[in-house]
Nanobody, 125 residues
Framework: QVHAVESGGGSVEVGGSLRLQCTVS????????MGWFRQGPGRDTEAVAA?????TATYADPVKGRFIVSHDNANVYLEMNNLQPQDTATYHC?????????????????????WGRGTLVTVSS
């Protein structure tokens, strides 16, 4: 069984930065894709970023050039820069084994090994 726990959310002003961390535990040897999705108030769940075990990262268009996903061992990080009000959301870490590793793949919950409860990011103007 695999578990994922996020941390690092908070409140920032427009243009600010935050760094989220997700710690993954359990039977993680087969995990080869890690990343993030988010759900904002009144919006559908949205893929954010994914990174595979080789370190290849892909991003959803709304965050390209502003967000950076990285990982080391059992942690996956999301560095968020130039935050905007539309980035306000609960951010969830997700991990899976097998299949293509890209952001939309992390929205198929049935294919995930685990996802976290989320951490809230609020961006105010």
């Amino acid at each position: 069984q695999v578990h994922a726990v996020e941390s690092g959310g908070g409140s920032v002003e427009v243009g600010g930065s935050l760094r989220l961390q997700c710690t993954v535990s359990g039977d993680i040897d087969s995990i080869d894709c890690m990343g993030w999705f988010r759900q904002g108030p009144g919006r559908d769940t949205e893929a954010v970023a994914a990174i595979d075990s080789a370190g290849t990262a892909t991003y959803a268009d709304p965050v390209k050039g502003r967000f950076i996903v990285s990982h080391d061992n059992a942690n996956v990080y999301l560095e968020m820069n130039n935050l905007q009000p539309q980035d306000t959301a609960t951010y969830h870490c997700a991990v899976r084994s097998g299949g293509r590793c890209y952001p939309p793949a992390l929205l198929v919950l049935n294919n995930l090994d685990a996802w976290g409860r989320g951490t809230l990011v609020t961006v105010s103007s």
